[in-house]
Nanobody, 121 residues
Framework: QVQLVESGGGSVQPGGSLRLSCAAS????????MAWYRQTPGAQRDLVAQ???????KYADSAQGRFTISRDNAKNTVYLQMDSLKPEDTAVYYC???????????????WGQGTQVTVSS
């Protein structure tokens, strides 16, 4: 059983910063790509940032230059540092990871439970 547990959400004023964390636990053989998505009510879940096991990153245009994704492979944890936050960044943020639980297994996609980020004055 694999679980992704997120933390670090909350409320912040425009221009402020938050750091999200997501730790994978359970029976894990390897963790491939890890990513953060976000979703607002009535909208689809959109990619915010992604990082490969080797550290290659990709960002949505809205996150480029303000957000930084990183990971600690020893802890199976991914982080999202969010700076210069704007009201339009308000959403539920979800962690995502492709995880294999044994050798030669095709990785499955797992999701965290989501953490609310609210940017408001």
């Amino acid at each position: 059983q694999v679980q992704l547990v997120e933390s670090g959400g909350g409320s912040v004023q425009p221009g402020g910063s938050l750091r999200l964390s997501c730790a994978a636990s359970g029976i894990i053989y390897s963790v491939r790509n890890m990513a953060w998505y976000r979703q607002t009510p009535g909208a689809q879940r959109d990619l915010v940032a992604q990082i490969t096991a080797g550290g290659t990153t990709k960002y949505a245009d809205s996150a480029q230059g303000r957000f930084t994704i990183s990971r600690d492979n020893a802890k199976n944890t991914v982080y999202l540092q969010m700076d210069s936050l704007k009201p339009e960044d308000t959403a539920v943020y979800y962690c995502n990871a492709n995880i294999a639980t044994r050798w030669a297994e095709t990785p499955n996609r797992y999701w965290g439970q989501g953490t609310q980020v609210t940017v408001s004055s």
